[in-house]
């Protein structure tokens, strides 16, 4: 095998007794060891949990001698690996820095990848770095996913898509978690803002589109930073769309200043590369802001989806910045204004109480 995968045959026995096993919490915890130390040979001292995500996918660290990977754990019944691998070799031909895949079972939803690492872009950040050469590092990478990735082998992000992702928002966070009851009058402002959000973000120029470029999804690495990982949704779409996930983050915030002067270096960098880049710095910033309201209004009903389907409450704490980047746009652009208007009267008062009611009682709420 390629990448230095050290191997060392066992018994059956030798597996049926080992540790890996012993210490299953579960069948498929069992089923990854049996993996690794039977059909890839590994020499496995210990298989820990690294991550999860907002998917029903899990990632595991198998620490072998000198070097670890992660195991990525797709129940191949809820998930599919087949658009990861897809997207990684994408990625891959552009330059970026994605993991290294080992070994692959497609059947079982198992992927053997390379290890980059336990520090996030937003662990950094939180504990005080200089966002500086982060967000450069973020920003260069970016820019050659969006001038050399293939994005004509990606489905489109087409309309029906982006109003599937702003149906989340009124059926989640306003009924469900809000308890808010529209009247015709608001479900029609609703729909004419869904349809003039979408007639913005299909007048972009067409990318590719990672779909979560944000510093949880950006691994700091000593090499060819950033490390890029959660890609597998990846779609042809707005050129906007990654750079607002990533200066308007849903786990962390820059003042509005900031994140202009970022918007136009990167409009700037991409302009020398060949990219789409629009008229002017109006025009390009008008593009990130409005699809930056698209993208925050389905991730409201995400967040709250994940918490009352799920049972994942951490998504909530997010839920006000988030609500905040959409209000900011509202107040920037004319045809957002009544938009913003019935926000300020029903939503932006109601969401901490709705908060405090949702985590006391529970994911039955």
């Given at each position: 095998m390629k990448g230095g995968i050290i191997m060392a045959r066992h018994s059956n026995a030798d597996r049926k007794t080992s540790p890996l096993h012993m210490l299953a919490a579960d069948a498929r915890h069992a089923l990854i060891a049996d993996w690794l130390t039977g059909a890839l040979g590994l020499a496995v001292r210990s298989l820990e949990p690294a991550s999860s995500d907002a998917s029903f996918r899990r990632y595991l660290r198998a620490a072998v001698p000198g070097t670890t990977y992660i195991v990525m754990d797709a129940p191949a019944d809820k998930e599919d690996v087949r658009p990861y691998l897809k997207v990684s070799a994408l990625l891959a031909d552009t330059g970026v820095h994605v993991p290294r895949v080992y070994a692959r079972d497609e059947a079982r939803g198992l992927l053997l990848l390379e290890d980059l690492g336990a520090t996030s872009y937003l662990a950094r950040l939180q504990a005080g770095a200089d966002p500086e050469p982060l967000y450069a590092d973020a920003l260069g990478a970016l820019v050659k996913i969006q001038v050399a990735g293939a994005c004509a082998t990606l489905a489109p992000y087409n309309r029906a898509e982006l109003l599937r992702e702003l149906s989340l928002m009124p059926q989640w966070f306003l009924a469900r978690h809000l308890g808010v009851a529209v009247s015709a009058a608001e479900q029609a402002l609703l729909a004419a803002t869904f349809e003039f959000l979408?007639?913005?973000?299909?007048?972009?120029?067409?990318?590719?589109?990672?779909?979560?470029?944000?510093?949880?999804?950006?691994?700091?690495?000593?090499?060819?930073?950033?490390?890029?990982?959660?890609?597998?949704?990846?779609?042809?779409?707005?050129?906007?769309?990654?750079l607002v996930s990533l200066l308007k983050d849903c786990y962390i915030d820059w003042p509005r200043a900031r994140v202009e002067g970022w918007v136009q270096d990167y409009r700037a960098r991409l302009g020398r590369a060949g990219g789409p880049v629009g008229a002017d710095d109006m025009q390009f910033l008008r593009w990130f802001d409005l699809i930056g309201v698209q993208r925050h209004l389905k991730v409201l009903g995400i967040f709250c989806?994940?918490?009352?389907?799920?049972?994942?409450?951490?998504?909530l704490a997010d839920l006000p910045r988030t609500l905040a980047y959409v209000s900011e746009c509202c107040r920037l652009y004319a045809p957002l204004a009544s938009f913003g208007e019935f926000l300020d009267a029903r939503v932006r008062r109601q969401l901490a109480l709705a908060n405090e009611r949702a985590l006391a009682r529970g994911t039955d709420a």
């Open positions: 979408i007639a913005e973000a299909l007048a972009q120029p067409t990318v590719f589109v990672h779909r979560d470029y944000h510093a949880r999804n950006l691994m700091v690495v000593p090499q060819a930073n950033p490390g890029i990982i959660d890609f597998q949704d990846a779609l042809a779409g707005p050129v906007g769309y990654d989806r994940l918490w009352y389907r799920d049972g994942k409450a951490g998504y």
